[in-house]
């Protein structure tokens, strides 16, 4: 089977390449590199194209042959989607659509989409079902629900199969330590408490002390990157077996709150984490947490990684070696 991973050297994107090194699949990818780096590519076949060109992508396609096409490619900062909204319809739903009608076109109908729990919005109840309603709360979110309607839509039009995966909080770095999380800006708790231990960062903000959770911070659905790119074997697999669209979470099951992650930074790299308390932010739930119970039951998937201890020490393996460099 011949893949195409799109968005293949950003952070999920990279961890899912280093995956397929373990089986015998074809594997090529395309990316624009606006936040992923070139030497995540790992010696595969790398097309470096904007999905915006999709006279561009059209040709890639038609002329490569994929089977199935994996999508990683989307802005995921949900302040800056507040701020430059144009910036998140173009890249996360414009340029979606262009791939997806440049398969429509050539015939390749299997899909799987990064989607997000940010789809959900305030969650209505705790643990968050796949049944639950899309009601996001960011233009972030946003994208996502419009880019899985539009799946629907597909479907129906021209028969695509797709797996749509609701990633909770991505985190951790792959266990060899030679890839890991960086975006630029960095804007996820885990990474910037981590630069806090290393001195690239003087204090960490904790946005709203006074929510209804156990210790007043926020509470969050940590999965391991590496559990992540599991799920995306598993549900590409029961795609290409059963030629069934279906829709996963992908999370934990358990929540852990931001002082919690402070707490375990602390105790792992022996250093004291200054914390400064500001203001809840605009669209951050109390709590949010993944009914995996799908997911675990139709794919038999079981995430090995995602416990707080392995999600922080692999992410401060990682982060030493970004220090460094």
Same mark, same amino acid.
């Given at each position: 089977m011949k893949? +195409?991973? *799109?968005?293949?050297?950003?952070y999920i994107g990279s961890h899912m390449l280093k995956r397929f090194k373990e089986t015998n699949y074809e594997i090529e990818i395309l990316d624009n590199l606006s936040s992923g780096q070139k030497e995540n590519a790992q010696n595969y076949k +790398?097309? *470096?194209?904007?999905?915006?060109?999709?006279?561009?992508v059209y040709k890639i396609l038609s002329e490569q042959n994929y089977d199935?096409?994996?999508?990683?490619a989307a802005s995921i900062n949900v302040e800056e989607s507040y701020k430059n909204p144009k910036k998140y319809q173009q890249n996360n739903v414009i340029n979606t659509i262009n791939l997806l009608e440049c398969m429509k076109d050539l015939k390749i109908n299997k899909f799987i989409f990064s989607s997000s729990a940010a789809v959900y919005g305030e969650p209505e109840h705790i643990p968050v079902t796949e049944l639950h309603p899309f009601n996001p709360v960011n233009p972030y979110g946003d994208t996502k629900a419009e880019v899985e309607n539009a799946l629907k839509s597909y479907e129906e039009s021209c028969d695509l199969k797709y797996m749509s995966l609701r990633y909770f909080n991505a985190c951790g770095a792959h266990l060899d330590g030679s890839i890991g999380e960086m975006h630029k800006p960095e804007t996820h708790l885990i990474p910037l408490v981590l630069q806090v231990a290393s001195g690239r960062k003087k204090h960490i903000e904790i946005f709203g002390d006074d929510y209804p959770t156990q210790d007043g911070t926020c509470v969050r659905d940590y999965v391991h990157v590496m559990d992540i790119v599991e799920a995306h074997m598993l549900a590409m697999e029961n795609l290409?077996?059963?030629?069934?669209?279906?829709v996963f979470n992908i999370g934990n099951s358990k929540g852990f709150s931001v002082k919690q992650i402070i707490q375990m930074t602390k105790e792992i790299t022996k250093v004291d984490i200054?914390?400064?308390?500001?203001a809840r932010r605009k669209g951050d739930p109390a709590q949010l947490i993944a009914d995996n119970k799908k997911i675990t039951n139709i794919l038999n998937w079981n995430p090995k990684y995602s416990d707080l201890e392995t999600i922080v020490k692999t992410a401060w393996?990682?982060?030493k070696k970004l220090k460094i460099q």
């Open positions: 893949i +195409l991973v *799109v968005g293949g050297v950003g +790398l097309y *470096v194209c904007d999905l915006l060109d999709k006279q561009t199935l096409v994996m999508h990683f290409v077996n059963t030629n069934k669209s279906q200054p914390v400064k308390i500001l393996n990682w982060e």
